[in-house]
């Protein structure tokens, strides 16, 4: 029974940090945005697609892509996070950059 019980414990405190790992939305881009770790979020397939020109748009407005492939956080959060630095992103530099941007950006088309 304490086996059992060991490893129930072990389960859920690793299922939280795993959560906490995808824990996005408006607070943590608003955190990114003020720490200038600002990224836009990617929902991607099994291997993470790289356009070509991107670096250039992240070097330009100081941005980086992060894709998480398959296992990502619930599409809500992640547009909710890309929201948030959208509105940065359109007070900083205005609208050009979104000609520029990725357009397979969660939120982007909403």
């Not at 996005?24 to 020109?53: M, S, T, Y």
């Not at 929201?83 to 992103?89: A, H």
């Amino acid at each position: 029974m304490k086996i059992l019980l060991f490893l129930f414990c072990l389960f859920v405190n690793a299922s939280s940090k795993a959560q906490s790992l995808f824990s996005v939305g408006r607070q943590n881009a608003l955190n990114d945005i003020q720490q200038k770790q600002v990224k836009l979020l990617l929902i991607g397939g099994e291997v993470p697609v790289v356009q070509h020109g991107q670096e250039h748009f992240e070097q330009q407005y100081g941005v980086q892509y992060h894709d998480y492939g398959c296992i990502s956080p619930e599409a809500d959060s992640v547009e909710a996070y890309n929201k948030t630095i959208f509105r940065y992103l359109d007070a900083t530099y205005g609208k050009q950059w979104r000609e520029q941007v990725r357009k397979d950006v969660p939120g982007l088309q909403a």
